[in-house]
DNA sequence: CCGGCGATTGACTCGTCAGTCAACGCCGGG
DNA sequence: CCCGGCGTTGACTGACGAGTCAATCGCCGG
């Protein structure tokens, strides 16, 4: 019972690991179930006995990941430390997540986080808390007198945010080359430039 | 004929601008090409009269409006302004463009600019066009030592597009408040944000 | 060794649209 | 007044793929 339990938790893994590199191979809307079946070498209707429809499948990939990047950033501004090196860590966390494993990230970025208008309409509320954290740790930052305090943290969020998903999508769609030296790089100059722009004159 | 062939251009472009305002609401996937048509008050087939696929009404409207972006990029970095001021020319272009008429915005960055992985595959040479000649702007101002020189243009362009895109997004989607006064804003505020960290220490 | 139940299979159904096409109407010229 | 062609119509077809389901498999406890 528990091997069969355990199996079964496995296939389900199989399953979603295959999915991932199917999503991110032929994207969500243009791949088949049965390649995601085929990928991970089960027949078609074992999908759906795990699955309730193949929106589930990346509804689960998107959920899995993203609460742990809203977690971190959550925990990250607990940390007694300065505004600016809670932002590094979280542009940390993100590049580090896509050297880790590019595959999931591009397809969290590109099938859910960049398609607000299809399938990211339905976690509108999980993305937009993630943002808001940030906003947070901004918020923070300008209490103590680390930030400018003229600069609306929303504004301020979406910025820090929209420059490191772009970079990443750069690095996806192969328009800068990618490498650990390009990872590193990319941490320092996103905090770099934003926080430039956030410190008090 | 001279009458007949205005006529034929006024459809064509009441077929655009149908269509801009259907993908607006429903996106491009999830509408018929039927929607179109009804939204215009034409027949079906007269879609497929004036275009050859779904895909090429869409595609018409992303060229129509980035081929604009484009050149005027181009045109601002031969002003004899400082980079800056180039950048923040920029900005105001997008920020405007969205103001003046917010649903063809919405398509073309929900639908083609955020979409790299669908539509936008078709049209990464133009995407990253754009991108490239924002990135000249910022070698530009290195090369005048307006810029500090140890940040790569590269990714300097990818955050500056990218932080100005994603306030639109939130715009698009709620997630920020819109009106005249957050417009000058987010002009303001991204330009500040991204030089403040390009600005020579 | 047997009965039963959850896991697994894959052929099939069913709805949905993009794109086609044959027919129609309107207008201008002969 | 008739003819020809372009603009226009909308019913139809063909392909495709998500999700269903009845049949089979294999493991485990009795």
């Given at each position: 019972?528990?091997?069969?339990?355990?199996?079964?938790?496995?296939?389900?893994?199989?399953?979603?690991?295959?999915?991932?590199?199917?999503?991110?191979?032929?994207?969500?809307?243009?791949?088949?179930?049965?390649?995601?079946?085929?990928?991970?070498?089960?027949?078609?209707?074992?999908?759906?006995?795990?699955?309730?429809?193949?929106?589930?499948?990346?509804?689960?990939?998107?959920?899995?990941?993203?609460?742990v990047m809203?977690?971190l950033i959550?925990?990250v501004?607990?940390?007694?430390?300065?505004?600016?090196?809670?932002?590094g860590a979280v542009a940390s966390f993100i590049v580090d997540s896509y050297?880790?494993?590019?595959?999931?990230?591009?397809?969290?970025?590109?099938?859910?986080?960049?398609?607000?208008?299809?399938?990211?309409?339905?976690?509108?509320?999980?993305?937009?808390?993630?943002?808001?954290?940030?906003?947070?740790?901004?918020?923070?930052?300008?209490?103590?007198?680390?930030?400018?305090?003229?600069?609306?943290?929303?504004?301020?969020?979406?910025?820090?945010?929209?420059?490191?998903?772009?970079?990443?999508?750069?690095?996806?769609?192969?328009?800068?080359?990618?490498?650990?030296?390009?990872?590193?790089?990319?941490k320092?100059?996103?905090?770099?430039?934003?926080?430039?722009?956030?410190?008090?004159?």
């Amino acid at each position: 019972m528990a091997t069969a339990k355990a199996t079964a938790a496995e296939k389900r893994r199989i399953i979603l690991d295959a999915a991932v590199r199917v999503f991110a191979r032929q994207g969500f809307h243009t791949c088949r179930v049965s390649d995601i079946a085929d990928e991970a070498g089960v027949a078609y209707g074992l999908v759906y006995h795990y699955f309730r429809s193949k929106d589930e499948v990346l509804s689960t990939l998107f959920v899995e990941r993203w609460s742990v990047m809203t977690a971190l950033i959550e925990e990250v501004d607990q940390r007694p430390i300065p505004a600016r090196e809670k932002l590094g860590a979280v542009a940390s966390f993100i590049v580090d997540s896509y050297q880790h494993d590019p595959e999931l990230m591009k397809v969290i970025i590109v099938e859910v986080t960049r398609a607000a208008n299809s399938f990211g309409q339905t976690h509108l509320d999980e993305i937009s808390g993630a943002y808001a954290r940030i906003a947070t740790i901004v918020e923070h930052g300008q209490r103590d007198g680390e930030f400018r305090p003229d600069v609306s943290p929303g504004f301020a969020a979406m910025a820090f945010y929209g420059a490191i998903e772009q970079v990443l999508t750069s690095w996806i769609f192969d328009l800068l080359p990618f490498g650990p030296a390009e990872a590193e790089e990319a941490k320092t100059m996103v905090v770099d430039t934003i926080c430039g722009g956030l410190d008090p004159r």
